[in-house]
């Protein structure tokens, strides 16, 4: 099993865990992608875990977690960014908890988005999460 | 708010400042405690995360360059906080960051109930901005020409070329040139301290 860079098997077998148990009802495939999967981060460099959904589930979550805001708002432009990007942040997600707990288990920081199947962000290389 | 409206809320923050900075700068302002990269307040546990998105290029296009700004805080009120309390403690975060000199946008659903609307599209942000560093109406004389800036209840005289390149710097930072000289002056009256 290929690890992300600068992680240990136990460290990444716990986050897996966790991710599975707290994201799981989003997606299941899950990724790491960016520099430690690349192999070229620093020492300062995050960890970007991705849930990867197809189109329809991503337009779904768009729906759920946007509402309907004011097409005058900041909002509402962060709604559109999201979907001519195709990833959905963390935040937005309701995934909040989920970023922090990483965070804190692996001493670094850690990034954690939805990303629409074939969209901008869905750029490998990737490392799934067991 | 409507009930059951969702609370979340993310600002956008544009600021030549490092993340660790930032980080102090957003407990300073809420009076909150720093763990690892949230601050912990009595109303909120907030986030500071770098934008992934981040583009110097666009993030200076109007009105969406806010899209591209270097960083985001997020937050969601603490359960058993009553909503106006968590959105009058927005609304000061954000009128706290753009004291600094900060550009920052507010992205929510109460947007329409923070200072300035949040700050997008906000054509007022600049006399808020200006009223901060500048102290009352009474108190200020507004100059047309930059040359000259009002500083509370001090006047100085700039040159016209140290003028000229300020005027040039707030305008590519779209920031009015007092929040520059008063973030400008914070910054060497710290260094003097240290």
């Not at chain 1, 709604?79 to 692996?106: D, N, P």
């Not at chain 2, 007092?178 to 914070?186: D, N, P, R």
Request: hydrophobic residues 35%; aromatic residues 8%; contains cysteine.
């Amino acid at each position: 099993m290929k690890i992300p860079q600068g992680l240990t098997k136990a460290q990444f077998d716990d986050v897996a865990t966790l991710l599975r148990s707290e994201a799981g009802h989003i997606g299941d495939d899950i990724l790491v992608h960016g520099s430690r999967a690349k192999g070229n981060a620093s020492a300062k460099s995050d960890i970007d875990f991705a849930i990867r959904v197809p189109h329809e589930k991503f337009d779904a979550m768009i729906k759920s977690r946007f509402g309907s805001p004011n097409p005058d708002s900041a909002k509402f432009r962060t709604m559109q960014h999201a979907v001519s990007t195709g990833k959905i942040q963390a935040g937005e997600a309701g995934l909040r908890a989920v970023r922090r707990e990483l965070q804190k288990r692996l001493g670094m920081k850690a990034d954690l988005s939805v990303i629409r199947t074939g969209g901008h962000f869905d750029q490998g290389p990737y490392i799934p999460i067991p | 708010m409507q009930p059951n409206q969702n609370l979340y809320c993310k600002i956008l923050i544009s600021t030549d400042v490092s993340e660790d900075v930032l980080l102090k700068k957003v407990a300073s302002i809420t009076s909150g405690r720093i763990d690892q990269w949230t601050v912990v307040t009595e109303w909120s546990e907030i986030d500071v995360v770098s934008n992934d998105d981040f583009n110097e290029t666009k993030s200076g296009e109007v009105p969406d360059g806010f899209l591209f700004y270097p960083y985001y805080i997020d937050m969601e009120p603490d359960k058993d906080v009553f909503c106006e309390k968590y959105i009058s403690e927005v609304g000061s975060l954000l009128k706290g960051l753009w004291e600094q000199g900060w550009k920052a946008v507010a992205a929510c659903d109460f947007e329409h109930e923070l200072p300035e609307k949040g700050g997008y599209r906000a054509p007022d942000l600049n006399h808020s901005l200006k009223s901060s560093v500048i102290g009352s109406e009474e108190e200020r004389q507004i100059p047309e020409d930059h040359s000259d800036t009002n500083t509370g209840k001090k006047a100085f005289l700039v040159d016209e070329l140290l003028a000229g390149r300020l005027t040039e710097i707030a305008e590519s930072k779209q920031t009015p040139p007092e929040a520059l000289i008063e973030l400008w002056l914070k910054e060497k009256i710290l260094e003097a301290q240290a």
